[in-house]
């Protein structure tokens, strides 16, 4: 519990993942009939880049500062949300942002600060619900929806030795719940080991079309420092395999510093 978001907001992986997540959702809404969709590990919502915390580390300085003046056409609407909200909104921002009138929103939060903060924001919205609960748990209990179409983001903070196993669980468990969710969970890549687990895991548990997005900064092999970050994505949504490239080479030609082993890619883990 002593992850606080606030250290991090605007950095290159949020922009990797923020970016991505609002793709796919672009994708989903192409369709008319409802979206439910889940945040598990929702955060306070936004963050104030000017505040003591960001500046401690700085790193959005490397992040979402360099995309916003003059952002690359592939991440456009992605930049433009951003500065259309103001601060540094997180996932439930932007997300709540692109909600249709009929589509509904839950996130989830155990910090009591950051559950406190994200209840005031939403007080008064009848489309989105905020839960003081465990993510995965959720996941459970919040699918399958009326609706019968969701978009999870499950994005834990990975303090815990066993975050990785949780997300693999966390991800059976809602295919479990509605085979056709759209499933988004992103992980930090330090060293490889852990990460390539991670993808045995879900490959052994029969979880049919998944497609993964990785960013690497530089070479992975040092694991005590992060050095890039990935998503993987369970049933993407029809067009990700146009759109999702240019938004990664996007992203890598003006978030890159042109180390070793700088690269992005978008690869198959299961097939349909």
């Not at 002593?2 to 994708?27: E, M, P, Q, S, T």
């Not at 700085?58 to 609407?77: F, K, V």
Request: charged share 25%; with cysteine; glycine share 6%.
């Amino acid at each position: 519990m002593n992850y606080r978001h606030a250290f991090h907001a605007g950095n290159f992986a949020d922009c990797v993942k923020h970016a991505i997540l609002l793709d796919l959702l672009a994708h989903l809404q192409k369709k008319a009939k409802p979206l439910f969709l889940i945040d598990t590990h929702a955060g306070p919502g936004f963050t104030d880049l000017a505040a003591e915390a960001p500046n401690r580390t700085g790193e959005y300085r490397d992040g979402i500062l360099r995309l916003l003046e003059d952002p690359p056409a592939a991440l456009a609407d992605y930049v433009a949300l951003v500065q259309q909200l103001g601060l540094y909104p997180g996932s439930p921002a932007l997300l709540r942002a692109r909600l249709r009138d009929a589509d509904r929103m839950a996130v989830c939060e155990r910090h009591p600060e950051d559950f406190a903060t994200l209840r005031r924001r939403f007080a008064r919205d009848r489309q989105v619900a905020v839960h003081h609960r465990d993510g995965y748990e959720a996941l459970g209990a919040l699918l399958p929806p009326p609706e019968r179409r969701a978009l999870v983001l499950i994005d834990p903070p990975y303090e815990m030795p066993d975050e990785f196993t949780q997300v693999a669980a966390g991800i059976a468990r809602g295919i479990a719940r509605l085979r056709d969710a759209v499933i988004a969970a992103w992980y930090p890549i330090k060293h490889m080991p852990p990460v390539r687990a991670f993808h045995a895991a879900l490959q052994a548990a029969a979880i049919s079309d998944i497609v993964v997005a990785e960013f690497h900064l530089r070479d992975p092999r040092d694991p005590a420092r992060l050095n890039g970050c990935g998503l993987v994505i369970v049933n993407p949504p029809f067009g990700h395999d146009t759109t999702l490239p240019p938004i990664l080479d996007a992203l890598l030609a003006r978030l890159g510093n042109r180390e070793p082993g700088e690269a992005a890619r978008l690869f198959r883990l299961a097939d349909e």
